[in-house]
């Protein structure tokens, strides 16, 4: 599961439940949009997207993490 701000799901006219792409260092995994996050103008930490604990740890990732180069997309 993952959680994106509501400008992302809402202008690509997704709702929850929606499959999502999530790609980390050549590890991708399809994920399902679970949550919103607050939106963009009110993210402090630059986070893009939010991962939960299943998703992170199928890209490899142990929490707590913050890293720049996870790219998403719809699919």
């Known amino acids: 599961m993952v959680a994106l701000p509501p400008e992302d799901w809402r ?6 439940g929606a499959q999502v792409r999530v790609t980390y260092k050549n590890k991708s995994v399809v994920a399902i949009l679970g949550d919103t996050m607050p939106w963009k103008k009110n993210i402090r930490n630059g986070a893009g997207i939010d991962l939960n604990p299943a998703t992170a740890k199928a890209l490899g990732l142990r929490p707590p993490f913050l890293v720049g180069d ?6």
């Open 11 to 16: 202008a690509a006219g997704k709702t929850g």
């Open 70 to 75: 996870v790219k998403w997309e719809w699919v």
